[in-house]
């Protein structure tokens, strides 16, 4: 829906950009370095807003105001544009009912009650990791389109983090870690639920972050017996 609303672009990431990825790149509109750049749903972007004649955050943590902003990110644009009510579905009930930790704050909708209020960062973040897709060069977001998915590929996936690089998965920070399995939306608008490998447990605990990419799942779902 926002797409058909937006002229066919899905929502973006926004970064501040007065800040620089690594030591050479600015960040931008739609800069995609890291995966879990696409779980991130509102981020204060003060010297970013000045930079561009914007009016800055006020001090965190506040009650983000429901309209659209440079601020917004990702799923954060579905819930300023109201597409998603209250924007509750951001968040894995599963996970929501685990105990709080410092390991999934994060994750979780109580992180940010009332719903959607910024942590002391200025930040919100969804359990999911929307469009996770960079071209590994330039760093810009693949998958800008609709019709730029030539083919059936991963639109978000659950944020996977093996924190404490063990083998054995986290049920602290896997929604549903007694299953051992994740839910991912598909381009076609399918959903399936996947079977977390060995593998794939050791690649979130493995790359920046801390978590999994979208390009390393596409590979890693061979090894899995769910059927896409």
Known sequence: MYAADSGDYLPPVWIDPTVTGGSTVSYGFNYFAEEHYGRYAYEANNAGATKYGLTPDPAAPFKVTKSVS?????????WAMNYIGDGTIMYC???NAKTLTTANAA???EAYSPLLTTDTTGDVRSMYVWNPWADGTTSARLYQKVSS????HIMMMEFLVNSASTMQI?????????SGTMNILFSDYSVHSVKITPKMWAEAGNVTGGNLYAAQMDTLLTDTETQY
């Open 70 to 78: 440079p601020y917004c990110q990702n799923l954060g644009y579905l």
């Open 93 to 95: 009930p599963a996970m």
């Open 107 to 109: 994750l979780q909708m």
């Open 149 to 152: 998915f030539k083919g059936v």
């Open 170 to 178: 986290d049920p602290s920070t896997v929604a549903h870690s007694r």
